[in-house]
């Protein structure tokens, strides 16, 4: 079971690298979540895959009988909202450039970086 | 609870500013605000007279509970951005100069950044300190793309997807050692990592090393930091230099220093010629621009470059310097780019050629920038020769003596940079003939802000006694075990 | 503005308050079950997207308690403030008390932890809500 999941998160992170390389800015935002959902799955297998049990004390009893880990689940959860916040400021954010800038290429985005002029001097900055 | 006072008090200031209409919550604002240095003050107190402080949330029993620790260092950086907050507010009083736009989100991510680096310098576990720095994080980009134009997204752009790498490593980092020792709690995961095979904690080590260095702007990671800074307001582009990088670096000091102490030896090798590379693609950078805030982003790289020395020492000296190089680094720097913005205000521009004539127009000024800027190449008597004075002896003390030869070629090239500001700004005439400088209107806040500032450095400066004791302190009880 | 749903509408007359009140069976099923706050107030963020599926994102928003931002600073302020009783009992922060009330036919368990679960529900709501009804309302715009 652990090496599936292993090879899910190792396909996962590899598919999201490959996407988030891309000069595309969808792609390379969606590339990033991608690579946070499997690290996040990383988060989750990290505590190791005992048993299926929801890990719930059982009314009357004092010990957790055989239940999965529950500190990954609770790092998982959290790992899961930020990178779900993450992820809605990312498609605001490339929703805005797409408006402003017109183009979904970032090799195109020079605005807060302007390139050289005459060769080699650096560009004025606009100030605001 | 004073332990949590530098999480608690921000955050609630934060929240209750989103529920109150924009008319209070400057005003809100300010009363958090205020109350920060307090707290920041009775916490140094009372770990300078009684140790270190610690609480477990929800009073779990250790290593599950989420701990929280505040030793010398914890405090002394907790009062820096407690300090850096306060300068900004009141530079915002103001309004001019280059302020950030009153925008209704502007005081709770403020507050809501200064929350997450405060929690992060408290916290005593792994885990807990990725979410501080995701809300560090998720303030700094709203921060940065608030005044909304084209250059601004672009630089969120830039720095969102580099930082959110970062973190994604932190908290893979974080899940590996996790899996090795079954730990978060920094005690317990320095005590399981000391007892695995170094097969293992070496590469974990190297990636927790790693999401760190790009957090702090180390070479070869630090491309977010000039791609995104000089878009900022000045309030905020001083609280991002103070304070940003800072939890990056801290965040080494702690873990290398302290909590995974003894670190594999390679580990610093490594660290040492990043730190190397770094202050020299720094200060070359600084040298090839003629933005002001550009040169300036591009020296806090520098800067980072010999704290970063400092912490590859690795020896509680080496670290005492570190922390040290942090608190001078972040006060000079911050008032460095408030001097920059008041020759924005003067001038209209930040480019070096497009500005002149200041010190005949602003003699104060120059005088405030030619202290800061002796400062900063490290002149004493100066916060910065003490700082690079200590870092230089240790380096050399412990027979690096190619790194110490290193620091003190990238401090020449510093001095190149600063003369140029010095000679562009405030020695050559204006460009434009019919120049005047502008009524010193509504500057008041703004000025007081940076003499606060001022009077900080200075004192620093002249009497270091105490500065460096502290420090010395610092480094020691960091590996006494906080 | 495009064609009404009107089947969707009639259905949603009973739709959204059932769901409204199976989200907060859920917050309170949270204390000894599979439940809580996260759970109880993704279902009380469906209910809000389900209306304004159905009328518009406006409409969603104007049958929220609050405004989306407010509703979940409220929430997080809530979680924070359901930490400092215990500190008030010289217990550290974030230290829950439980209180058993006696009633005339069974107990009434009370506690801090409902407080803590109903600020997770309120943010939960107040932010993924948020962020749901201004995407759904750019569509609209759009359309």
């Not at chain 1, 002029?117 to 605001?128: D, Q, R």
């Not at chain 2, 950086?77 to 009083?93: D, E, T």
Request: charged share 10%.
């Amino acid at each position: 079971m652990i090496w599936a999941v292993a090879l899910a998160l190792a396909a996962v992170i590899a598919a999201g690298t490959y996407l988030a390389s891309s000069r595309d800015l969808l792609r390379c935002l969606i590339g990033l979540a991608l690579v946070g959902n499997g690290i996040n799955l990383l988060v989750f297998a990290s505590g190791r895959l005992l048993s299926q049990m929801p890990p719930f004390v059982a009314s009357g009893a004092q010990q957790l009988a055989v239940a999965a880990n529950p500190l990954p689940q609770a790092l998982v959860l959290t790992a899961i909202v930020i990178s779900f916040v993450l992820l809605c400021f990312s498609l605001v954010l490339a929703i805005r450039l797409l408006q402003t800038a017109g183009s979904a290429d970032t090799a195109k985005l020079r605005a807060a970086e302007p390139v050289a002029v005459e060769g080699s001097k650096p560009a004025l900055e606009e100030t605001a | 609870m004073l332990v949590l006072t530098p999480l608690l008090v921000p955050l609630a200031t934060a929240l209750v500013c989103l529920l109150l209409p924009p008319a209070w919550q400057q005003r809100a604002s300010l009363a958090g605000a205020l109350l920060l240095p307090a707290c920041g003050l009775a916490l140094a107190g009372e770990v300078v007279s009684n140790g270190p402080l610690t609480v477990v949330a929800g009073g779990w029993p250790l290593p599950f509970g989420i701990e929280f620790a505040a030793d010398r260092l914890s405090a002394a950086l907790v009062l820096v951005a407690a300090l850096m907050l306060n300068v900004v507010l009141l530079w915002q009083a103001g309004g001019s100069a280059d302020a950030a736009p009153a925008a209704p989100t502007l005081q709770p991510l403020l507050q809501g950044l200064v929350a997450g680096a405060g929690a992060a310098f408290v916290t005593a576990d792994l885990f807990n300190l990725y979410v501080w720095f995701e809300l560090t994080l998720i303030c700094a980009l709203g921060l940065l793309a608030l005044r909304g134009g084209l250059r601004q997204l672009d630089a969120t752009l830039k720095y969102f997807v580099l930082n959110v790498f970062g973190t994604l490593l932190l908290l893979a980092a974080v899940a590996l050692l996790y899996a090795a020792t079954g730990q978060l709690n920094f005690r317990a995961l320095g005590a399981a990592t000391a007892a695995l095979p170094a097969g293992i904690a070496l590469p974990l080590l190297t990636l927790l090393s790693l999401a760190f260095l790009i957090k702090a702007a180390a070479f070869p990671f630090f491309a977010w930091l000039p791609a995104s800074y000089h878009t900022l307001p000045a309030p905020l582009l001083a609280l991002f230099s103070a304070l940003l990088a800072k939890i990056g670096l801290y965040a080494l000091v702690r873990t290398l220093g302290a909590v995974f102490q003894p670190a594999p030896d390679l580990l610093f090798a490594v660290l040492g010629w990043i730190a190397v590379v770094s202050m020299l693609s720094g200060a070359l950078g600084a040298a090839y621009h003629w933005d002001l805030r550009r040169i300036l982003a591009f020296h806090s790289i520098s800067q980072i470059g010999y704290i970063l020395l400092a912490i590859a020492l690795a020896s509680p000296a080496g670290n005492a310097a570190a922390i040290l190089f942090m608190l001078h680094h972040s006060l000079v720097k911050a008032a460095l780019i408030l001097t920059a913005a008041l020759i924005f205000h003067a001038c209209g521009h930040y480019d070096l050629r497009r500005v002149g004539g200041l010190y005949a127009g602003r003699p104060g000024l120059s005088l405030v920038f030619l202290l800061l800027a002796l400062s900063l190449i490290g002149i004493p008597p100066s916060s910065g020769f003490w700082s690079k004075f200590l870092v230089v002896r240790q380096t050399l003390l412990q027979g690096e003596y190619l790194w110490a030869a290193f620091a003190l070629a990238a401090g020449a090239v510093t001095l190149y940079s600063m003369l140029k500001i010095w000679l562009e700004a405030f020695w050559k005439p204006h460009p434009d003939e019919s120049w005047r400088a502008p009524a010193n209107d509504r500057l008041l806040p703004a000025h007081a802000a940076l003499g606060g500032l001022l009077l900080l450095i200075l004192s620093f400066g002249l009497l270091p006694e105490s500065w460096i004791a502290y420090v010395m302190a610092a480094a020691d009880s960091l590996r006494g075990g906080s | 503005m495009g064609p009404r749903a009107l089947l969707a509408e009639i259905f949603l007359r009973v739709l959204h308050p059932a769901l409204l009140l199976a989200s907060l069976w859920i917050l309170l099923r949270g204390h000894n079950a599979p439940g809580g706050g996260f759970i109880g107030g993704l279902l009380a963020v469906a209910a809000s997207a389900a209306v304004a599926l159905t009328f518009t994102a406006a409409e969603a928003r104007r049958r929220l308690p609050l405004p989306p931002t407010p509703l979940a600073a409220l929430g997080v302020l809530l979680a924070l403030l359901s930490g400092l009783p215990g500190v008030l009992g010289g217990h550290p922060f974030l230290t829950h008390l439980w209180f058993i009330v006696p009633l005339p036919v069974s107990e009434l368990p009370l506690s801090t932890v409902i407080l803590f679960d109903l600020g997770v529900y309120l943010a939960v709501w107040g932010a993924v809500g948020g962020f749901c009804l201004s995407l759904l309302a750019a569509v609209e715009a759009e359309r």
